[in-house]
């Protein structure tokens, strides 16, 4: 009996010192980074849908963190990080690097030019989501993988 509660915290302390360090896992900074991706997706979709009033604020921060996004997130894919933590992303990444950074250069690039643009009511808006929309699915479609 006190044998297993000494085995018990060992797993507990164990945890923990896992889910500190995962934090820093290349894994895990990515897709933190794509889920803010995903919720300025969502905040746009949201006005779109009509769910949500115009907002340009809104739509400015959202298309910021996707033109960010697209800079920062080759920078997260060492060898050695090709899975654990739950990742999705595809092998191809590393097979095909070039290709994959361009697909990222190539949001930023559709990111500014709809911030430079700037939609100004929720049918410009819809523009926006499908513009951006086609950068996410190009990458996607081959980069990531579907669990
Ligand atoms: C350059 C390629 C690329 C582009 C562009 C891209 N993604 Fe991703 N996305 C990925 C990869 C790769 C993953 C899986 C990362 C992992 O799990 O390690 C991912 C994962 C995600 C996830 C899941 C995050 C999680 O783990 O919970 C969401 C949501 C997402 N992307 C949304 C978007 C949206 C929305 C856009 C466009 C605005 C977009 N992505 C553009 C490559 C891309």
Redesign the pocket.
Known sequence: MKLKLVLAAAIVTGLGLTAAIAADEP?VV??EM??K??G??GAIGAIVKGEKPFDAEVVKASLTT?AE??KD??NHFPAGSEVG??????PK?WENMDD??A??A??TKV?EAQLAAMPTDEASTGAVMKA??A??S???ET???KK
């Not at 933590?85 to 595809?90: I, K, P």
């Open positions: 894994q990515r897709q794509m889920k991706v995903g300025a997706m996707m996004a697209g997130f080759p933590m739950d990742s999705e992303a595809s990444i994959f950074k697909k990222a190539e949001l990111a951006v929309g950068a996410c190009s990458c996607h980069y990531r993988l």
